[in-house]
């Protein structure tokens, strides 16, 4: 069954970047043309998608994130990342990392990581 | 951006009673060419990362109970609860995946 962790630091502090990374197991992420995606929730708030990308290394982003963000992947440690430039408060929020499933769910996100909380404080 | 609105924002059903909840998308999420609407349903207990319910408006992921059914198209949706139970105290989200920045609903809290 596959599986998603995220991983990294949950306190980072205003200005510096939010790095955090998603670990695959149960299955390869370059097995299939999966959307790897990060999700963030701030607390008691809805849901922003930031971006995804796919196996072959091509990303798209949300453009309300003005640049600050970049999206990786590492198939050989099964793994994909997020980096956050230049926080702020306002980017404390629960990060999840997300992913698509193959046909028919292949527009569905039907595997979620149980999400890292980030504070963003001095 | 396709902007999502979701309503009620927040929503009290008695046990066993029929939940509606709504979701309006900004522009149609059917994609002519297969027919398909890029509309999921999630489901979210606190402390919890969402789960997905439904893809292509209506298609019901497995393990998800028959009383809950996703209906609509073009740019009204419906995700209904036939019968609620407890465990069904939860926010749901609806999504669209037809074109990036994918988009979510604001949320509607569906409690007892």
């Known amino acids: 069954q596959v599986q998603l962790q995220e991983s990294g630091p949950g306190l980072v502090k205003p200005s510096e970047t939010l790095s955090l990374t998603c670990t695959v197991t149960g299955d390869s992420i370059n097995s299939y043309n999966y959307h790897l995606t990060w999700i963030r929730q701030p607390a008691g708030k809805g849901l922003e998608w930031l971006g995804r990308i796919y196996p072959n290394g091509r990303a798209t982003y949300n453009a309300s994130l003005n640049n600050r963000v970049t999206i990786s992947a590492d198939t050989a440690k099964n793994q994909f990342s997020l980096e956050l430039r230049s926080v702020t408060a306002a980017d404390t929020a629960v990060y999840f990392c997300?992913?698509?499933?193959?046909?028919?769910?292949?527009?569905?996100?039907?595997?979620w990581g149980q999400g890292i909380l980030v504070t963003v404080s001095s | 951006d396709i902007v999502m609105t979701q309503s009620p924002d927040s929503l009290g059903v008695s046990l066993g009673e029929r939940a509606t909840i709504n979701c309006r998308s900004s522009?149609?999420?059917?994609?002519?060419?297969?027919?398909?609407?890029?509309l999921t349903w999630f489901q979210q207990k606190p402390g919890q990362p969402p789960r997905l319910l439904f893809w292509w408006a209506s298609d019901r992921e497995s393990g998800v109970p028959d009383r809950f059914s996703g209906s609509g198209s073009g740019t009204n949706f419906t995700l209904t609860i036939s019968s609620l139970q407890p465990e069904d105290v939860a926010v749901y989200y609806c999504q669209q995946y037809y074109k990036t920045p994918l988009t979510f609903g604001g949320g509607t809290r569906v409690d007892i």
């Open positions: 522009q149609s999420v059917l994609y002519n060419s297969n027919n398909l609407n890029y």
């Open positions: 997300a992913r698509t499933g193959k046909p028919p769910r292949d527009y569905a996100f039907n595997v």
